[in-house]
């Protein structure tokens, strides 16, 4: 999801379509989201560590 969304901030900057690059920041921010408490060893999405 983190990879998913530096791409489409990428793409997004590149074109100049801000829609892309809204999605980019709001996929980067939960990635990270899921990484930190995948980390801190709570259960993401039924599951016990995210990636």
Do not use: C, E, K, N
Not at 26 to 48: D, E, K, N, P, Q
């Amino acid at each position: 999801m983190i990879a998913l969304g530096i791409v489409l901030l990428v793409v997004g900057f590149v074109t100049g379509i801000s829609v892309l690059w809204t999605l980019g920041v709001i996929l980067l921010v939960v990635g990270a989201v899921f990484w930190i408490m995948g980390s801190l060893g709570h259960s993401v999405a039924g599951r016990r560590h995210y990636w």
